[in-house]
Protein backbone atom coordinates (compact mmCIF):
# COMPACT_ATOMS: atom_id res chain seq x y z
CA UNK A 1 0.00 0.00 0.00
CA UNK A 2 1.35 3.37 -1.03
CA UNK A 3 3.03 5.29 2.09
CA UNK A 4 0.97 7.96 3.84
CA UNK A 5 1.76 11.58 2.53
CA UNK A 6 2.72 14.61 3.98
CA UNK A 7 0.30 16.33 5.26
CA UNK A 8 1.34 19.33 3.61
CA UNK A 9 0.27 17.18 -0.04
CA UNK A 10 -2.05 19.24 -1.93
CA UNK A 11 -3.87 16.56 -2.73
CA UNK A 12 -6.22 14.69 -0.66
CA UNK A 13 -7.18 11.40 -0.97
CA UNK A 14 -10.91 10.56 -0.37
CA UNK A 15 -11.74 8.67 3.02
CA UNK A 16 -11.95 5.42 1.41
CA UNK A 17 -8.69 4.87 0.66
CA UNK A 18 -5.51 4.54 2.92
CA UNK A 19 -3.24 7.11 1.72
CA UNK A 20 -2.81 10.10 4.32
CA UNK A 21 -5.58 13.08 3.21
CA UNK A 22 -4.06 16.54 3.69
CA UNK A 23 -5.56 19.21 6.34
CA UNK A 24 -6.14 21.91 3.58
CA UNK A 25 -9.52 21.66 1.88
CA UNK A 26 -8.64 21.23 -2.03
CA UNK A 27 -11.88 23.41 -2.93
CA UNK A 28 -10.65 26.49 -1.41
CA UNK A 29 -6.82 25.67 -3.03
CA UNK A 30 -8.19 25.48 -5.88
CA UNK A 31 -10.23 28.52 -5.46
CA UNK A 32 -7.71 30.31 -4.08
CA UNK A 33 -5.36 29.62 -7.63
CA UNK A 34 -7.96 31.26 -9.75
CA UNK A 35 -9.02 34.66 -7.72
CA UNK A 36 -5.07 35.03 -7.09
CA UNK A 37 -2.57 36.58 -9.70
CA UNK A 38 0.00 34.05 -7.87
CA UNK A 39 0.25 30.10 -8.55
CA UNK A 40 -1.38 27.79 -5.60
CA UNK A 41 1.07 27.66 -2.73
CA UNK A 42 1.84 24.28 -2.51
CA UNK A 43 5.84 23.57 -1.08
CA UNK A 44 8.41 23.54 -3.56
CA UNK A 45 8.81 19.86 -3.74
CA UNK A 46 6.54 17.45 -1.89
CA UNK A 47 7.51 13.88 -1.43
CA UNK A 48 6.64 11.48 -3.80
CA UNK A 49 3.63 8.63 -3.35
CA UNK A 50 4.64 5.19 -3.10
CA UNK A 51 2.39 2.97 -5.68
CA UNK A 52 1.58 -0.78 -4.91
CA UNK A 53 3.66 -2.51 -7.52
CA UNK A 54 0.25 -4.04 -8.87
CA UNK A 55 -0.96 -0.71 -9.66
CA UNK A 56 2.39 0.30 -11.31
CA UNK A 57 2.59 -2.64 -13.49
CA UNK A 58 -1.12 -1.32 -14.19
CA UNK A 59 0.03 2.13 -15.44
CA UNK A 60 3.01 0.67 -16.97
CA UNK A 61 0.93 -1.46 -19.16
CA UNK A 62 -1.42 1.53 -19.63
CA UNK A 63 1.04 3.64 -21.15
CA UNK A 64 2.84 0.42 -23.47
CA UNK A 65 -0.28 -0.39 -25.10
CA UNK A 66 -1.26 3.27 -26.01
CA UNK A 67 2.30 3.99 -27.21
CA UNK A 68 1.88 0.77 -28.94
CA UNK A 69 -0.91 2.00 -30.90
CA UNK A 70 0.53 5.03 -31.80
CA UNK A 71 3.42 3.53 -33.29
CA UNK A 72 1.37 1.21 -35.39
CA UNK A 73 -0.27 3.80 -36.67
CA UNK A 74 2.97 6.13 -37.73
CA UNK A 75 4.39 3.25 -38.64
CA UNK A 76 2.09 2.50 -41.83
CA UNK A 77 2.24 6.61 -42.52
CA UNK A 78 6.24 6.45 -42.46
CA UNK A 79 6.04 3.92 -44.50
CA UNK A 80 3.94 5.47 -47.32
CA UNK A 81 6.07 7.98 -47.06
CA UNK A 82 4.22 10.48 -45.19
CA UNK A 83 1.71 11.35 -48.03
CA UNK A 84 -0.43 14.19 -47.81
CA UNK A 85 -3.62 13.23 -46.14
CA UNK A 86 -7.00 13.38 -48.12
CA UNK A 87 -9.38 16.01 -47.83
CA UNK A 88 -11.81 13.77 -48.27
CA UNK A 89 -11.44 12.33 -45.01
CA UNK A 90 -9.34 15.17 -43.13
CA UNK A 91 -9.65 18.43 -42.55
CA UNK A 92 -7.05 20.55 -41.51
CA UNK A 93 -7.74 23.22 -38.87
CA UNK A 94 -4.15 24.91 -38.78
CA UNK A 95 -0.61 25.21 -40.05
CA UNK A 96 2.35 26.08 -38.22
CA UNK A 97 5.71 26.36 -39.69
CA UNK A 98 6.20 22.43 -41.12
CA UNK A 99 3.51 20.89 -38.74
CA UNK A 100 -0.28 20.75 -39.75
CA UNK A 101 -3.04 19.73 -37.42
CA UNK A 102 -6.48 18.17 -39.06
CA UNK A 103 -9.63 16.86 -37.32
CA UNK A 104 -11.22 13.55 -39.05
CA UNK A 105 -14.78 14.20 -41.10
CA UNK A 106 -17.25 12.53 -39.71
CA UNK A 107 -19.67 11.20 -42.78
CA UNK A 108 -22.75 12.82 -43.58
CA UNK A 109 -25.26 10.34 -42.11
CA UNK A 110 -23.15 10.69 -39.04
CA UNK A 111 -22.56 14.18 -38.82
CA UNK A 112 -26.09 14.96 -37.02
CA UNK A 113 -25.25 12.05 -34.28
CA UNK A 114 -21.86 12.98 -33.65
CA UNK A 115 -21.54 16.55 -33.41
CA UNK A 116 -22.16 16.50 -29.29
CA UNK A 117 -19.32 13.66 -28.87
CA UNK A 118 -16.98 15.89 -31.14
CA UNK A 119 -17.36 18.89 -29.39
CA UNK A 120 -16.84 17.06 -26.07
CA UNK A 121 -13.77 14.85 -27.00
CA UNK A 122 -12.22 15.76 -30.65
CA UNK A 123 -9.82 13.86 -32.44
CA UNK A 124 -7.07 15.82 -33.67
CA UNK A 125 -3.88 14.76 -35.88
CA UNK A 126 -0.96 16.92 -36.09
CA UNK A 127 1.83 15.69 -39.07
CA UNK A 128 4.89 17.14 -40.55
CA UNK A 129 8.35 17.91 -39.41
CA UNK A 130 10.40 20.59 -36.76
CA UNK A 131 13.99 21.07 -36.62
CA UNK A 132 16.37 19.90 -34.12
CA UNK A 133 17.61 16.80 -32.78
CA UNK A 134 15.31 13.32 -31.77
CA UNK A 135 16.93 13.90 -28.21
CA UNK A 136 16.42 17.75 -27.56
CA UNK A 137 12.52 17.26 -28.24
CA UNK A 138 12.63 14.75 -25.20
CA UNK A 139 14.94 16.89 -23.44
CA UNK A 140 12.59 19.83 -23.58
CA UNK A 141 9.76 18.41 -21.67
CA UNK A 142 11.43 16.20 -19.43
CA UNK A 143 11.00 16.88 -16.01
CA UNK A 144 11.71 15.37 -12.78
CA UNK A 145 11.06 17.88 -9.95
CA UNK A 146 8.09 20.08 -9.34
CA UNK A 147 10.65 22.91 -9.94
CA UNK A 148 11.83 21.91 -13.53
CA UNK A 149 8.01 21.82 -14.56
CA UNK A 150 7.49 25.14 -13.41
CA UNK A 151 10.12 26.22 -15.98
CA UNK A 152 9.55 23.97 -18.68
CA UNK A 153 5.88 23.44 -18.89
CA UNK A 154 5.40 28.03 -19.99
CA UNK A 155 7.16 26.58 -23.19
CA UNK A 156 4.58 23.87 -23.76
CA UNK A 157 1.19 24.98 -22.80
CA UNK A 158 -0.65 28.04 -22.52
CA UNK A 159 -2.19 29.60 -19.08
CA UNK A 160 -0.39 27.84 -16.96
CA UNK A 161 -0.76 27.59 -13.02
CA UNK A 162 0.84 25.36 -11.14
CA UNK A 163 1.68 21.41 -11.01
CA UNK A 164 3.53 18.71 -8.72
CA UNK A 165 4.97 15.70 -9.70
CA UNK A 166 2.69 12.81 -7.84
CA UNK A 167 4.47 9.55 -8.23
CA UNK A 168 7.41 8.33 -9.93
CA UNK A 169 7.32 4.75 -11.00
CA UNK A 170 10.04 4.38 -13.68
CA UNK A 171 13.44 6.32 -14.20
CA UNK A 172 16.36 7.00 -17.14
CA UNK A 173 18.81 4.03 -17.42
CA UNK A 174 22.47 3.92 -18.97
CA UNK A 175 20.61 2.55 -22.29
CA UNK A 176 17.98 5.02 -22.08
CA UNK A 177 18.43 7.98 -20.32
CA UNK A 178 15.30 9.57 -21.20
CA UNK A 179 13.16 6.61 -20.20
CA UNK A 180 10.08 8.78 -17.84
CA UNK A 181 6.76 6.96 -16.57
CA UNK A 182 5.52 9.56 -13.99
CA UNK A 183 1.85 10.73 -12.15
CA UNK A 184 1.81 14.40 -12.39
CA UNK A 185 -0.82 17.40 -12.10
CA UNK A 186 -1.77 20.10 -13.91
CA UNK A 187 -3.24 23.23 -13.58
CA UNK A 188 -4.08 25.62 -16.28
CA UNK A 189 -6.09 28.74 -17.81
CA UNK A 190 -6.96 26.63 -20.73
CA UNK A 191 -9.21 28.69 -22.60
CA UNK A 192 -7.82 31.74 -21.24
CA UNK A 193 -8.09 33.74 -24.54
CA UNK A 194 -11.80 32.76 -24.59
CA UNK A 195 -12.28 34.73 -20.91
CA UNK A 196 -13.62 31.61 -19.59
CA UNK A 197 -13.78 31.52 -15.95
CA UNK A 198 -12.59 27.79 -14.28
CA UNK A 199 -9.16 26.54 -14.20
CA UNK A 200 -8.54 23.17 -15.92
CA UNK A 201 -6.51 20.73 -13.65
CA UNK A 202 -5.22 17.43 -15.04
CA UNK A 203 -4.12 14.07 -13.43
CA UNK A 204 -2.02 12.67 -16.13
CA UNK A 205 0.16 9.60 -16.99
CA UNK A 206 3.75 10.89 -18.51
CA UNK A 207 5.34 7.97 -20.41
CA UNK A 208 8.72 8.74 -22.60
CA UNK A 209 11.61 7.61 -24.36
CA UNK A 210 13.48 6.70 -26.82
CA UNK A 211 13.65 2.90 -28.29
CA UNK A 212 13.69 0.96 -31.95
CA UNK A 213 10.91 -0.48 -34.30
CA UNK A 214 10.94 -3.64 -35.38
CA UNK A 215 13.12 -2.10 -38.40
CA UNK A 216 15.73 -1.39 -35.80
CA UNK A 217 14.97 2.17 -36.94
CA UNK A 218 15.47 5.00 -33.44
CA UNK A 219 12.21 6.62 -32.64
CA UNK A 220 11.42 8.80 -29.91
CA UNK A 221 7.80 9.23 -28.06
CA UNK A 222 5.95 10.97 -25.62
CA UNK A 223 2.35 10.08 -24.12
CA UNK A 224 0.56 12.33 -21.72
CA UNK A 225 -3.05 9.58 -20.82
CA UNK A 226 -5.65 11.10 -17.94
CA UNK A 227 -5.79 8.30 -15.44
CA UNK A 228 -8.34 8.18 -12.19
CA UNK A 229 -5.92 8.48 -8.91
CA UNK A 230 -6.87 8.10 -5.37
CA UNK A 231 -4.00 10.83 -4.53
CA UNK A 232 -5.47 13.17 -6.96
CA UNK A 233 -9.00 13.19 -6.48
CA UNK A 234 -11.32 15.37 -8.92
CA UNK A 235 -13.00 18.73 -7.75
CA UNK A 236 -16.13 18.96 -6.88
CA UNK A 237 -19.03 20.21 -9.20
CA UNK A 238 -19.10 23.36 -7.37
CA UNK A 239 -15.61 23.59 -7.05
CA UNK A 240 -14.31 26.24 -9.37
CA UNK A 241 -11.72 24.10 -11.44
CA UNK A 242 -13.06 21.38 -13.98
CA UNK A 243 -11.46 18.41 -14.64
CA UNK A 244 -10.07 17.62 -17.85
CA UNK A 245 -9.35 14.85 -19.41
CA UNK A 246 -6.72 13.72 -22.33
CA UNK A 247 -4.76 11.63 -24.42
CA UNK A 248 -1.81 12.68 -26.09
CA UNK A 249 0.78 10.77 -27.73
CA UNK A 250 4.21 11.44 -30.21
CA UNK A 251 5.99 10.21 -32.11
CA UNK A 252 9.11 11.53 -33.35
CA UNK A 253 11.86 9.88 -35.55
CA UNK A 254 15.33 11.83 -37.21
CA UNK A 255 15.66 12.37 -40.90
CA UNK A 256 18.58 10.25 -41.77
CA UNK A 257 21.66 12.85 -41.95
CA UNK A 258 19.98 16.20 -41.48
CA UNK A 259 19.13 18.30 -38.52
CA UNK A 260 15.09 17.50 -39.13
CA UNK A 261 12.53 15.48 -36.55
CA UNK A 262 9.47 13.81 -38.14
CA UNK A 263 6.39 14.30 -36.18
CA UNK A 264 3.07 12.11 -35.71
CA UNK A 265 0.80 12.91 -32.85
CA UNK A 266 -2.33 12.27 -32.25
CA UNK A 267 -4.85 13.36 -29.49
CA UNK A 268 -8.46 13.46 -28.11
CA UNK A 269 -9.33 16.08 -25.45
CA UNK A 270 -12.39 16.78 -23.30
CA UNK A 271 -12.07 19.75 -21.62
CA UNK A 272 -15.48 19.42 -19.38
CA UNK A 273 -18.10 21.53 -19.44
CA UNK A 274 -20.45 23.09 -21.59
CA UNK A 275 -18.03 24.57 -24.33
CA UNK A 276 -18.68 25.16 -28.01
CA UNK A 277 -16.48 22.88 -29.90
CA UNK A 278 -14.63 25.40 -31.94
CA UNK A 279 -13.08 26.98 -28.99
CA UNK A 280 -12.23 23.10 -27.78
CA UNK A 281 -10.42 22.54 -31.53
CA UNK A 282 -8.85 25.64 -30.48
CA UNK A 283 -7.10 24.57 -27.57
CA UNK A 284 -6.22 21.66 -29.02
CA UNK A 285 -4.21 22.58 -31.37
CA UNK A 286 -1.91 25.05 -28.75
CA UNK A 287 -1.73 21.49 -27.24
CA UNK A 288 -0.61 19.79 -30.34
CA UNK A 289 1.77 22.77 -31.27
CA UNK A 290 3.67 21.63 -27.86
CA UNK A 291 6.28 20.24 -30.21
CA UNK A 292 7.13 23.49 -31.04
CA UNK A 293 7.83 25.14 -27.44
CA UNK A 294 10.04 21.82 -26.55
CA UNK A 295 12.39 22.63 -28.92
CA UNK A 296 12.87 26.17 -26.72
CA UNK A 297 12.44 24.64 -23.79
CA UNK A 298 15.26 22.71 -24.71
CA UNK A 299 17.69 25.30 -25.82
CA UNK A 300 16.79 27.59 -22.81
CA UNK A 301 18.26 24.83 -20.37
CA UNK A 302 21.61 24.08 -22.80
CA UNK A 303 22.20 28.06 -22.58
CA UNK A 304 21.73 28.02 -18.86
CA UNK A 305 23.56 25.20 -18.84
CA UNK A 306 26.42 26.55 -20.67
CA UNK A 307 25.58 30.13 -18.75
CA UNK A 308 26.60 27.78 -15.41
CA UNK A 309 29.48 26.26 -17.15
CA UNK A 310 31.67 29.83 -18.25
CA UNK A 311 30.62 31.30 -14.27
CA UNK A 312 32.05 28.41 -13.02
CA UNK A 313 35.46 28.57 -15.25
CA UNK A 314 35.42 32.67 -14.49
CA UNK A 315 34.74 32.70 -10.59
CA UNK A 316 37.28 29.82 -10.18
CA UNK A 317 40.06 31.44 -12.03
CA UNK A 318 39.26 35.34 -10.73
CA UNK A 319 40.35 34.80 -7.77
CA UNK A 320 44.04 34.63 -9.34
CA UNK A 321 43.55 36.62 -11.91
CA UNK A 322 42.89 39.52 -9.00
CA UNK A 323 46.06 38.86 -6.87
CA UNK A 324 48.22 38.97 -10.29
CA UNK A 325 46.92 42.18 -10.98
CA UNK A 326 46.75 43.39 -7.50
CA UNK A 327 50.77 42.90 -7.47
CA UNK A 328 51.00 44.38 -10.97
CA UNK A 329 49.82 47.96 -10.31
CA UNK A 330 51.61 47.83 -7.08
CA UNK A 331 54.78 47.46 -9.08
CA UNK A 332 54.03 49.99 -11.62
CA UNK A 333 53.47 52.74 -9.11
CA UNK A 334 56.18 54.92 -8.67
CA UNK A 335 55.59 55.03 -4.81
CA UNK A 336 55.87 51.74 -3.58
CA UNK A 337 54.01 52.33 -0.18
CA UNK A 338 51.04 51.18 1.49
CA UNK A 339 48.86 54.20 0.17
CA UNK A 340 49.96 53.96 -3.12
CA UNK A 341 48.87 50.18 -3.50
CA UNK A 342 45.55 51.22 -1.35
CA UNK A 343 45.07 53.34 -4.52
CA UNK A 344 45.72 50.69 -7.18
CA UNK A 345 43.35 48.89 -5.19
CA UNK A 346 40.52 51.12 -5.18
CA UNK A 347 40.50 51.45 -8.53
CA UNK A 348 40.30 48.05 -9.12
CA UNK A 349 37.39 46.86 -7.04
CA UNK A 350 35.77 50.03 -8.79
CA UNK A 351 36.20 48.44 -11.86
CA UNK A 352 35.26 45.16 -10.46
CA UNK A 353 31.94 46.92 -9.77
CA UNK A 354 31.75 47.92 -13.28
CA UNK A 355 32.32 44.95 -14.61
CA UNK A 356 29.83 42.81 -12.08
CA UNK A 357 27.36 46.05 -12.78
CA UNK A 358 27.33 45.18 -16.13
CA UNK A 359 25.96 41.36 -16.05
CA UNK A 360 22.67 40.00 -15.37
CA UNK A 361 21.89 40.01 -11.79
CA UNK A 362 21.27 36.34 -11.70
CA UNK A 363 25.07 35.63 -13.47
CA UNK A 364 26.80 38.72 -11.24
CA UNK A 365 25.86 36.70 -8.01
CA UNK A 366 27.68 33.91 -8.82
CA UNK A 367 30.96 36.15 -9.72
CA UNK A 368 30.45 38.80 -6.67
CA UNK A 369 33.91 37.19 -5.82
CA UNK A 370 35.39 38.41 -8.78
CA UNK A 371 35.12 39.11 -12.66
CA UNK A 372 36.47 37.84 -15.80
CA UNK A 373 39.94 38.06 -17.48
CA UNK A 374 39.22 39.95 -20.34
CA UNK A 375 37.00 42.45 -18.22
CA UNK A 376 40.43 42.84 -15.91
CA UNK A 377 42.08 45.64 -18.03
CA UNK A 378 39.70 47.59 -19.81
CA UNK A 379 40.85 48.95 -22.91
CA UNK A 380 40.52 52.72 -23.88
CA UNK A 381 38.43 51.90 -27.14
CA UNK A 382 35.23 49.96 -26.78
CA UNK A 383 35.05 46.25 -26.85
CA UNK A 384 34.22 44.91 -30.27
CA UNK A 385 31.44 42.32 -30.86
CA UNK A 386 32.75 38.75 -30.15
CA UNK A 387 31.04 37.11 -33.52
CA UNK A 388 31.50 39.83 -36.16
CA UNK A 389 34.60 42.34 -34.20
CA UNK A 390 32.93 45.18 -35.29
CA UNK A 391 32.92 48.35 -32.84
CA UNK A 392 30.42 50.46 -31.71
CA UNK A 393 29.10 53.13 -34.12
CA UNK A 394 30.42 56.26 -32.31
CA UNK A 395 32.09 54.40 -30.02
CA UNK A 396 35.58 56.76 -29.98
CA UNK A 397 32.99 59.80 -29.80
CA UNK A 398 30.51 59.12 -26.93
CA UNK A 399 31.82 56.05 -25.91
CA UNK A 400 29.17 53.48 -27.16
CA UNK A 401 29.52 50.10 -26.18
CA UNK A 402 27.83 46.70 -27.09
CA UNK A 403 25.00 44.81 -25.52
CA UNK A 404 26.74 42.04 -23.12
CA UNK A 405 25.90 38.70 -23.88
CA UNK A 406 24.29 37.18 -21.18
CA UNK A 407 25.54 33.60 -21.29
CA UNK A 408 29.73 34.27 -22.12
CA UNK A 409 29.21 37.77 -20.75
CA UNK A 410 30.87 39.12 -24.15
CA UNK A 411 30.24 42.64 -26.39
CA UNK A 412 28.07 41.42 -29.01
CA UNK A 413 26.55 44.03 -31.76
CA UNK A 414 22.80 44.43 -32.72
CA UNK A 415 23.21 41.95 -35.96
CA UNK A 416 24.72 39.12 -33.99
CA UNK A 417 22.38 38.77 -30.76
CA UNK A 418 19.34 37.37 -30.09
CA UNK A 419 17.12 37.68 -27.08
CA UNK A 420 16.65 34.22 -25.06
CA UNK A 421 15.39 33.26 -21.47
CA UNK A 422 17.23 31.78 -19.28
CA UNK A 423 15.97 29.52 -16.26
CA UNK A 424 16.69 31.01 -13.19
CA UNK A 425 15.02 31.44 -9.53
CA UNK A 426 12.68 32.81 -8.74
CA UNK A 427 11.63 33.49 -12.45
CA UNK A 428 13.38 33.33 -15.65
CA UNK A 429 15.70 35.94 -16.81
CA UNK A 430 15.75 37.22 -20.74
CA UNK A 431 18.77 38.11 -21.88
CA UNK A 432 20.73 39.12 -25.20
CA UNK A 433 22.38 35.99 -26.85
CA UNK A 434 25.31 36.33 -29.64
CA UNK A 435 25.16 33.95 -31.85
CA UNK A 436 28.38 31.85 -30.84
CA UNK A 437 27.07 30.97 -27.47
CA UNK A 438 23.95 29.70 -29.47
CA UNK A 439 26.31 27.53 -31.61
CA UNK A 440 27.81 26.43 -28.54
CA UNK A 441 24.76 24.89 -26.77
CA UNK A 442 23.63 22.92 -29.64
CA UNK A 443 26.90 21.19 -29.12
CA UNK A 444 26.99 21.02 -25.40
CA UNK A 445 26.98 16.96 -24.24
CA UNK A 446 23.76 17.31 -21.78
CA UNK A 447 22.06 14.51 -19.64
CA UNK A 448 18.73 14.32 -18.63
CA UNK A 449 19.18 12.62 -15.19
CA UNK A 450 20.89 15.53 -13.94
CA UNK A 451 19.63 17.96 -12.24
CA UNK A 452 18.04 20.80 -13.67
CA UNK A 453 20.21 23.54 -14.82
CA UNK A 454 19.22 26.68 -12.88
CA UNK A 455 20.76 30.18 -11.96
CA UNK A 456 20.48 31.48 -8.25
Known amino acids: MAESVPTHHPFPAPEATRRATAPEDVQELLHQAKYTTSPVEVPMETPLMQLPDGQTQA ?52 EQSRTAAQSKRPMVLCVGSIAGELEDVLYGVHAKTREEMQVTLPYLSKGHEDCAMLAKLEGGSTTDPYRQLTLKWHLADALSEAKIMKLR ?146 SLSSEVANVIAAMPPSLSRLLSKGHRKSRSRRQPSAEPCCVCSKKPAMASIVGATHRTCGVCLRGVCNKCHVKRRLFSRPLPVTVACCKSCLLEAKQLSVDPQDPCPMLP
Open 59 to 110: FRHLAHSIVSRTLAHESEYHRTKRPELGQREWKLLKRQNELSIYKRRAPKTQ
Open 201 to 346: DLCTLESMGISTDAQGERYAYYLLQSVDFAGCPVPPENSDVIRANMMFCCIYRQVPGSHIVDVYAKGMFDLGGDIPSFLVYNSSCSLMLSVLGAMDSAEAKRLTLLALQKAENWASSSIDDLSALDLEEFELTSDSTPSGYSNSAS
